[in-house]
């Protein structure tokens, strides 16, 4: 596995450290975690990389949107 494909499973956390509060911080971090441990069979990633992409997503859209820049 390269670098940019374990930067690729942890996008879920780093995107989720923009938002406001700890909650999605921390499900970022399980989903992040999930992701490189199933990465080693293929399409084992799939699954908890999504769910982390959509709960960083849905809480930056909540951060913008309440909170514009």
């Known amino acids: 596995m390269t670098a940019a494909f374990y930067l690729l499973l942890c996008l879920p956390l780093l995107l989720s450290l923009g938002v406001r509060g700890g909650t999605p911080k921390m499900l970022g971090l399980v989903t992040s975690g ?3 441990l ?3 069979k ?3 990633a799939v699954m908890p990389w999504a769910i982390g992409m959509t709960i960083a997503t ?3 859209f909540e951060r913008f949107r309440r909170f514009p820049v």
């Open 34 to 36: 999930f992701a490189i």
């Open 42 to 44: 293929p399409y084992g």
């Open 58 to 60: 849905v809480g930056l």
């Open 38 to 40: 199933l990465s080693v």
